[in-house]
């Protein structure tokens, strides 16, 4: 049997920071366990790094931590936390790419439009890094989120602030009626092994290859699906019009950073649509130096700066704001507009963001405004559609007494959309794409237009068998309706739909509630559940698991970030996520300014206790058990005591927050009698804490106020961050002494 070992991934931004000061900890208590933690760099830069070996020198080059931690995740033996990491858009590889060729790193520039077959291979090394890189890869199970019951009583006796809802909000979402990936979907389940290339035919006749040799498995389901470009950008100009004409903020909601083909296009599209008078204006300009829509305004206003038409270029955007309707802002202080970055905009930390702001998000004046939410694909929008009108009809919820939702998710092996990257293209010519297996037989055929987003998409039947087999399992353990969210007149849903009804009958389903129900019903039917404070699993999709996961526990909790977020993985390991990372730039942001971290490492804190109970099963150690139980219950005691950051300096920050974590941890393995040993062990550690609680505190609190110099915001020193992030000597030393 190998070592006792859990994997601690190096991420970036917020929750990086925050592992300087936790690790450490997590460290010395595991290994009184006989437990060792290894990290692996997963970060951004790290994945770029990794890329580019043969231009850095031995002292910089490092292993391909991701590809390992793939490999790992498909043994018995895999126990690894995973925090969160950037999902890159290009204007955040672009920035890391020149944060590195600051530091030394002789790395190329991202080559947007490559001139050579040289800057092909350098683009396509960099698409490895972009968008969802890391969770495809790691994710060799499916998901199993839920609100823990510890925050789930903190959130029933602490509420959360929820805006208040009127019938007459004019709050709604808008999608397109016709010619979107849902409207033109078209699924198979192939019926043996076999290789399909996806081939483009012109208007001429001519065949050209896409991509070769798509690698499917008996039963695996493939989908395709297209997305007018003409039409969305008529869709689009109509939307600007009509929130112009009620009054209401124009807003986008995208997944520009996990869809990193289809939707920055997308992106771009409402971009060049609302600033049309722009970029018609000045599109011989904006060629010249390199503007991409895809980036977003902010790319605009990044090139056109020192050239001799800045004020020119500036004054006609600001001309733009006359006539069209007001822009939902990111950042009103900065006139950061709702299209100024793709990263900014992420549908699924925006929109219920929104929905628990009265359906309102924030104009030019810093002000709550009724909102037009654009999400052009109908696919999964009608999701929050649903959600505002029972908000409307009903009014907000409440934390005090709603019930929860929670979450099988079907992910493993780059399940559905999140997997499509490799098979998205935009069309440069009309004509139609066909998906050829090896014998020559066409199993789709789209037609496309010039400019047109095609994608296909795939499942596999294994994935699919354990998706349902979790779903049971869930249903059984709680006694709660598990809802299908799968919708009979979507191609690759009706594919699903099937296969759920065969493999269930595999199942003892007796006495459980198990349903299947379209997007739509599965909310009304979910929210209806929910203010009479029952409790709901929903059984969805790898991009509903997403949406889901952060709409249902924003609205439970307040944050996503409190989820407690487990991944079987098929083969026996575990894969024990912390957490989303939406706010985690801001919260650098306020680090570097005034040393004050306000990042809640609650989720680090849940899925470490799983982690430990996991490990304690697959190793046969004890000791890692009564960590783990021991955790959960500090844990408890870490929310009841209200320890979590505060949102100011002279409150406990994060490292703060991180101080009572060990304190409470060392005090339940002292007071504990299931293992003399590690009683004995944390008892000084425990007296030691408690004794100098207020001295540690007056040192964790007496280092914020002032600007902290990390070394790099993508790439900190970890000499310069480990500083930053552990300044108390006290609780330092007493740390040392367990070891």
Request: charged share 25%; net charge negative.
């Given at each position: 049997m190998a070592k006792a070992k859990i994997i601690y991934t190096k991420t970036d931004e917020a929750p990086a920071l925050a592992t300087y000061s936790f690790l450490p900890i997590v460290k010395t208590f595991a290994s009184a366990a006989g437990v060792e933690i290894e990290t692996k760099d997963i970060s951004l830069t790290g994945r770029i790094i990794a890329n580019f070996p043969e231009n850095l020198s031995e002292d910089q080059k490092i292993g391909d931590a991701l590809a390992e931690l793939g490999a790992l995740a498909k043994t018995p033996e895999a126990n690894i936390i995973k925090l969160p990491n950037i999902s890159a858009?290009?204007?955040?590889?672009?920035?890391?790419?020149?944060?590195?060729?600051?530091?030394?790193?002789?790395?190329?520039?991202?080559?947007?439009?490559?001139?050579?077959?040289?800057?092909?291979?350098?683009?396509?090394?960099?698409?490895?890094?972009?968008?969802?890189?890391?969770?495809?890869?790691?994710?060799?199970?499916?998901?199993?989120?839920?609100?823990?019951?510890?925050?789930?009583?903190?959130?029933?006796?602490?509420?959360?602030?929820?805006?208040?809802?009127?019938?007459?909000?004019?709050?709604?979402?808008?999608?397109?009626?016709?010619?979107?990936?849902?409207?033109?979907?078209?699924?198979?389940?192939?019926?043996?092994?076999?290789?399909?290339?996806?081939?483009?035919?012109?208007?001429?006749?001519?065949?050209?290859?896409?991509?070769?040799?798509?690698?499917?498995?008996?039963?695996?389901?493939?989908?395709?699906?297209?997305?007018?470009?003409?039409?969305?950008?008529?869709?689009?100009?109509?939307?600007?019009?009509?929130?112009?004409?009620?009054?209401?903020?124009?807003?986008?909601?995208?997944?520009?950073?996990?869809?990193?083909?289809?939707?920055?296009?997308?992106?771009?599209?409402?971009?060049?649509?609302?600033?049309?008078?722009?970029?018609?204006?000045?599109?011989?300009?904006?060629?010249?130096?390199?503007?991409?829509?895809?980036?977003?305004?902010?790319?605009?206003?990044?090139?056109?700066?020192?050239?001799?038409?800045?004020?020119?270029?500036?004054?006609?955007?600001?001309?733009?704001?006359?006539?069209?309707?007001?822009?939902?802002?990111?950042?009103?202080?900065?006139?950061?507009?709702?299209?100024?970055?793709?990263?900014?905009?992420?549908?699924?930390?925006?929109?219920?963001?929104?929905?628990?702001?009265?359906?309102?998000?924030?104009?030019?004046?810093?002000?709550?405004?009724?909102?037009?939410?654009?999400?052009?694909?109908?696919?999964?929008?009608?999701?929050?559609?649903?959600?505002?009108?029972?908000?409307?009809?009903?009014?907000?919820?409440?934390?005090?007494?709603?019930?929860?939702?929670?979450?099988?998710?079907?992910?493993?092996?780059?399940?559905?959309?999140?997997?499509?990257?490799?098979?998205?293209?935009?069309?440069?010519?009309?004509?139609?794409?066909?998906?050829?297996?090896?014998?020559?037989?066409?199993?789709?055929?789209?037609?496309?237009?010039?400019?047109?987003?095609?994608?296909?998409?795939?499942?596999?039947?294994?994935?699919?068998?354990?998706?349902?087999?979790?779903?049971?399992?869930?249903?059984?353990?709680?006694?709660?309706?598990?809802?299908?969210?799968?919708?009979?007149?979507?191609?690759?849903?009706?594919?699903?739909?099937?296969?759920?009804?065969?493999?269930?009958?595999?199942h003892d389903t007796d006495g459980l509630e198990l349903l299947i129900k379209a997007p739509v019903a599965a909310t009304q039917f979910s929210l209806e559940r929910i203010v009479k404070g029952d409790d709901t699993i929903s059984v969805t999709g790898n991009v509903l698991r997403d949406y889901l996961t952060d709409l249902f526990p924003i609205l439970e909790v307040g944050t996503s970030a409190k989820m407690l977020s487990i991944v079987p993985l098929m083969n026996g390991g575990g894969l024990f996520e912390t957490g989303a990372g939406g706010s985690a730039p801001k919260h650098v942001q306020q680090f570097i300014k005034e040393g004050y971290l306000r990042w809640d490492s609650l989720g680090e804190f849940l899925a470490l206790a799983v982690s430990l109970e996991h490990l304690g099963e697959t190793f046969d150690n004890p000791k890692a058990k009564v960590l783990g139980e021991a955790l959960d219950v500090a844990t408890g005691r870490f929310l009841d005591n209200d320890k979590s950051p505060a949102r100011k300096v002279g409150g406990i920050d994060n490292r703060g927050s991180h101080f009572y974590l060990a304190l409470y941890w060392a005090q339940e393995l002292a007071a504990q009698d299931k293992d003399a040993e590690l009683k004995a062990q944390f008892a000084e550690l425990a007296k030691d804490l408690t004794e100098n609680e207020e001295k540690i505190n007056a040192e964790l609190i007496g280092a914020q106020g002032s600007a902290q110099s990390i070394g790099g915001y993508y790439h900190p020193s970890f000499d310069q961050a480990s500083k930053a992030m552990r300044p108390s000597f006290t609780l330092n030393d007493a740390l040392a002494q367990l070891v």
């Open positions: 858009s290009i204007p955040q590889l672009q920035a890391a790419i020149n944060e590195l060729q600051a530091l030394g790193y002789n790395i190329p520039d991202y080559p947007a439009e490559p001139a050579n077959a040289a800057e092909e291979e350098i683009k396509s090394r960099y698409a490895k890094v972009l968008g969802s890189a890391v969770n495809p890869v790691l994710r060799e199970g499916n998901s199993d989120r839920r609100a823990p019951k510890a925050v789930k009583n903190y959130a029933k006796k602490h509420p959360h602030s929820m805006g208040a809802w009127t019938a007459d909000s004019k709050s709604h979402v808008a999608s397109m009626p016709a010619d979107d990936f849902y409207g033109s979907e078209k699924s198979v389940t192939v019926d043996k092994a076999t290789d399909v290339s996806i081939q483009f035919v012109g208007a001429d006749g001519s065949t050209s290859v896409l991509k070769e040799k798509v690698a499917l498995l008996e039963g695996e389901i493939i989908d395709a699906s297209v997305m007018n470009v003409k039409a969305l950008k008529a869709f689009i100009a109509e939307q600007v019009a009509d929130a112009k004409a009620q009054g209401v903020l124009f807003s986008l909601h995208m997944k520009a950073t996990m869809m990193k083909v289809s939707d920055p296009i997308i992106f771009g599209a409402a971009v060049e649509v609302f600033y049309k008078d722009v970029f018609e204006k000045y599109a011989d300009l904006f060629n010249e130096l390199g503007v991409t829509a895809t980036n977003g305004l902010g790319d605009v206003y990044a090139k056109i700066a020192g050239h001799a038409k800045q004020a020119e270029v500036e004054a006609a955007i600001e001309a733009v704001y006359e006539t069209a309707p007001d822009l939902a802002m990111v950042d009103s202080d900065k006139g950061i507009t709702n299209l100024h970055v793709p990263s900014d905009v992420i549908i699924d930390a925006s929109m219920p963001a929104m929905i628990r702001t009265s359906g309102q998000m924030w104009n030019k004046a810093g002000k709550q405004q009724d909102t037009k939410a654009v999400i052009p694909d109908r696919s999964y929008a009608g999701v929050y559609q649903a959600t505002i009108d029972f908000c409307k009809q009903n009014g907000a919820l409440d934390p005090t007494t709603m019930g929860s939702v929670s979450n099988v998710g079907l992910m493993a092996q780059k399940a559905e959309e999140y997997g499509s990257h490799d098979k998205t293209f935009q069309m440069s010519a009309a004509g139609t794409v066909k998906v050829v297996d090896a014998a020559g037989t066409v199993l789709i055929e789209q037609p496309v237009g010039e400019g047109d987003i095609f994608r296909m998409c795939q499942v596999k039947d294994l994935p699919i068998q354990d998706w349902v087999k979790l779903a049971v399992k869930r249903a059984r353990a709680t006694g709660t309706p598990a809802v299908f969210w799968l919708d009979e007149n979507r191609a690759h849903d009706a594919q699903l739909i099937a296969k759920v009804n065969k493999y269930l009958a595999d």
